[in-house]
């Protein structure tokens, strides 16, 4: 930036302001943000500028609007933000009601003077009436002061930013539940949500389109769930449909039965969804630290081995300890022979019966034996197991077989030099890594189709290791949290999950796992994403303990999302809004129709009378029997069928009129139930008109 410009910003912003201005990563952000001042400040000369955050939090934001000198209280119209690294400059949220997404501008969008004065006569008509909150006394930054002013209006929309350094991150964002009617889009918007978490500067990169273009949304869609998928693969998402017959053993751990290969049956601690994810999120950091600043670990040309370590417990626990502490791998079969100079398996077996043992052609000793001095080579990849369920270390094959001397009865003798990538306490589940379980087998190779190479390959990409705020993030996405049993699901980690109570916190707490024994606290990188389907359940029927220690953020329908939309003269938004205010008058907001039942209706080409007629044959219909339990007549309410002509009516009475079977005096004693689905109505758009209709 100039030096012109840069002495106006020492004059024009505070402390604060300029350093808001040295965070942006070029010149030409800088040059982008003082150009978005001068336009506003054009069109509102009277606008007082402010700044608020500071030091003591993870951002500093500069706002437009009135406030008085001295006074803390104020009304915001603009504000210009860090977001993804990058300057942008957001209409107020409170302007923002019944809006899909908040207005903002970027350089990416918004590039330079006459697109910005585009974007401020396109919001000009939704400020016009509220104009006198841009009339202040034309103060600017550094009339304030030195230092930028708390925030006593928090936005939600990022509430990471807005936690003081230090603290633990927004409860908004760590524990958050979607909810509202069907189809409203909760489990699509999970998408958005999570890169929200995992990757908000791709996120910054697809705002969310204003108009309802079909090639944007598909674009964008694409490109979100490609990246969604990426992470999925690496283990930083999991998915879970909790039921009705979800537990405790599923969701934290349980005993399971577990087959061998040599036909026994044993039972093992399993770890569900979420300690599984705790323990991935809370320990993936290596033994060896310098793997941060080497280049990524390259898998192509190498093979990779399970090994198994001595057991977690027992005799042999102290192995692994061992391996770890002294950089080796070691195996106990052989007899603590030295096999030095044999190079195949025949001269292992040949070694073996000069010291008085007789291996047979299926003796696995000596196929281990030759396996490790022979078979694996350095480079090679190994995978430390604990049990058949779980691994716990992940290392390089780095020098040659070499025997060493242990202490008498120990076996442990067969040697090999191995850099240790990664270990990991507590051990992680079989599922971080591969797509089935390891087999008893001390010593075999992973092959394709056993071991998932992208999540072996996530593993061992260069990162620190996760602490605090600044934790690499999970996320895990419940879908419909509420037709689980909670309590039961929980159990006593309901409290953990709470953002004081997490790891690092002061108030953290920790608990005893009650299979395993162990002790257990949720890391506080773990992001929780439920979603929430209201018609099974509404809000007040939830769990007390969950309601209190989730975010509860309301998907109601859209009905504008569908304003575009006409099939043959019929408004689709218009009708959605129409049948929702009948539906909540006649029971609830709980059970509205989603505006995503109609979505392929928006699709280049989907706006087609059979469209309509099948998304009302098969979806809209049957929803309106559910809800109304079959109560036929109030969905003739909901459809305007009572206003239509009869072969218009989606239902119709069927049979013999009432006066006729029993007689006029009787007439007004009865109630009709006798209803018919009038099948051709679905295909005639005449009936689609009318539920629009106000005429008797």
Not at 498 to 516: D, Q
């Amino acid at each position: 930036m100039a030096a012109r410009r840069l002495e106006l910003l020492k004059n024009y912003l505070n402390k604060d302001g300029v350093d808001l201005f040295a965070s942006f990563k070029s010149d030409a952000d800088r040059e982008w943000t003082w150009r978005v001042i001068e336009c506003i400040r054009e069109r509102y000369p009277d606008a007082d500028q402010w700044t608020t955050g500071g030091p003591n939090y993870q951002y500093t934001d500069l706002r437009f609007g009135r406030r008085k000198f001295g006074h803390s209280a104020w009304r915001v119209s603009f504000r210009i933000r860090l977001r993804a690294g990058r300057p942008a400059c957001e209409l107020a949220k409170w302007l923002c009601k019944g809006l899909a997404n908040r207005p903002a501008m970027s350089p990416m969008t918004h590039p330079d003077s006459t697109a910005m004065n585009r974007w401020l006569d396109e919001w000009a008509p939704r400020i016009a009436p509220y104009a006198n909150d841009l009339i202040g006394e034309g103060y600017r930054p550094s009339d304030y002061g030195t230092s930028a002013s708390p925030d006593i209006d928090p936005d939600e929309s990022d509430p990471i930013e807005r936690t003081p350094r230090g603290m633990h991150p927004d409860a908004r964002l760590m524990n958050t539940i979607l909810y509202g009617p069907p189809g409203t889009g909760k489990t699509y918007a999970t998408i958005d949500e999570t890169l929200r978490v995992l990757d908000p500067e791709l996120l910054a990169q697809y705002p969310e389109p204003v108009s309802n273009a079909a090639a944007d949304n598909l674009n964008r869609r694409s490109a979100l769930k490609t990246r969604f998928d990426e992470l999925a693969q690496a283990g930083r998402v999991r998915f879970v449909t909790f039921h009705q017959s979800f537990s405790y053993e599923d969701f934290v751990e349980g005993i399971r039965a577990v087959s061998h290969s040599n036909g026994q049956i044993s039972y093992q601690v399993v770890d569900g969804v979420f300690k599984a994810l705790c323990d991935r999120a809370r320990g993936a950091a290596a033994t060896n630290t310098s793997v941060e600043t080497e280049p990524p670990i390259k898998l192509s040309g190498r093979r990779i081995w399970k090994m198994s370590l001595g057991a977690a417990e027992g005799d042999d626990a102290y192995v692994y300890d061992d391996c770890i502490k002294q950089g080796m791998a070691l195996l106990g079969y052989g007899y603590a022979l030295d096999y030095t100079g044999c190079v195949s398996r025949a001269d292992v077996s040949a070694r073996m019966r000069e010291h008085g043992h007789q291996p047979d052609v299926n003796d696995y000793a000596a196929t281990a034996v030759n396996i490790f001095i022979n078979v694996m080579k350095m480079g090679d990849l190994l995978v430390v197991t604990d049990g058949n369920l779980k691994f716990r270390a992940l290392g390089e094959i780095t020098g040659p077989y070499r025997h060493i001397e242990r202490e008498e009865g120990d076996d442990y003798r067969q040697s090999r030099a191995v850099r240790w990538l990664r270990s990991y306490e507590p051990s992680l589940a079989f599922g971080e890594l591969m797509n089935n379980r390891f087999s008893q087998m001390t010593l075999y190779e992973l092959r394709d189709g056993s071991i998932d190479m992208t999540k072996l390959d996530a593993l061992l990409a260069p990162a620190p290791p996760p602490t605090g705020v600044d934790a690499t993030p999970y996320v895990l996405i419940i879908d419909e949290i509420n037709r689980g049993n909670v309590s039961r699901i929980f159990g006593e980690l309901i409290t953990l999950i709470e953002p004081s109570k997490r790891a690092g916190n002061p108030e953290a707490l920790t608990v005893t796992l009650p299979y395993s024994q162990t002790p257990f606290t949720v890391p506080d990188n773990v992001y929780l994403l439920g979603t929430m389907n209201t018609a099974d359940r509404s809000l007040t029927g939830l769990d007390i303990a969950l309601r209190r220690r989730f975010t509860f953020r309301e998907m109601a329908p859209r009905p504008d999302f569908l304003d575009d939309v006409d099939v043959a003269g019929v408004n689709i938004g218009r009708m959605l809004a129409v049948m929702n205010e009948r539906i909540e008058l006649l029971l609830d907001r709980d059970h509205m129709l989603g505006h995503a039942y109609f979505m392929p209706l928006a699709a280049e080409g989907g706006n087609t009378l059979e469209t309509l007629a099948r998304i009302f044959r098969h979806q809209v219909f049957p929803l309106l029997q559910e809800y109304f339990f079959e109560d036929w007549e109030r969905i003739i309410w909901v459809l305007n069928d009572h206003r239509k002509a009869d072969e218009l009516r989606f239902i119709r009475q069927r049979g013999a009129p009432l006066a006729q079977l029993f007689g006029a005096e009787l007439v007004g004693m009865l109630r009709e139930k006798r209803w018919e689905v009038n099948t051709k109505a679905f295909d005639n758009v005449e009936s689609y008109a009318g539920i629009l209709s106000t005429e008797a």
